[in-house]
């Protein structure tokens, strides 16, 4: 049974930094696409930032430069660097990654089909 299970949301001020934590059972992260998506209340899930199994990445242009995803294949566990925090990043950041496919960097979320349950992010001006 694959689990994702985030951590290391909260709250902090504008132009503070976060890092969220993944850890993933069930599903090897060195194997497949894993992600970082976010939802704000009254809007649609958007993708964040997106790392396949080779070390690719890719961006939100609303985050680029300020936020870094990253894995450590031998915890099995994925990572989201954020820094220079805005409140427009408030919101709740899901880890997912793909059922089956190892090379995409799609940020949509239908490619994906595990989910965790999210952490809370909170950015207060």
């Known amino acids: 049974q694959v689990q994702l299970v985030e951590s290391g949301g909260g709250s902090v001020q504008a132009g503070g930094s976060l890092r969220l934590s993944c850890a993933a059972s069930?599903?090897?992260?060195?194997?497949?696409?894993t992600g970082w998506f976010r939802q704000a209340p009254g809007e649609a899930r958007e993708g964040v930032a997106v790392i396949n199994s080779l070390g690719r990445t890719n961006y939100a242009d609303s985050v680029k430069g300020r936020f870094t995803i990253s894995k450590d294949t031998d915890k099995n566990t994925l990572f989201l660097q954020m820094d220079s925090l805005k409140p427009e990043d408030t919101a709740m950041y899901y880890c997912?990654?793909?059922?089956?496919?190892?090379?995409?960097?799609?940020?949509?979320?239908?490619?994906?089909?595990?989910w965790g349950q999210g952490t809370q992010v909170t950015v207060s001006s």
């Open positions: 997912a990654a793909s059922t089956r496919e190892a090379h995409i960097v799609q940020l949509s979320s239908a490619y994906y089909g595990y």
């Open positions: 069930g599903i090897s992260l060195r194997a497949y696409s």
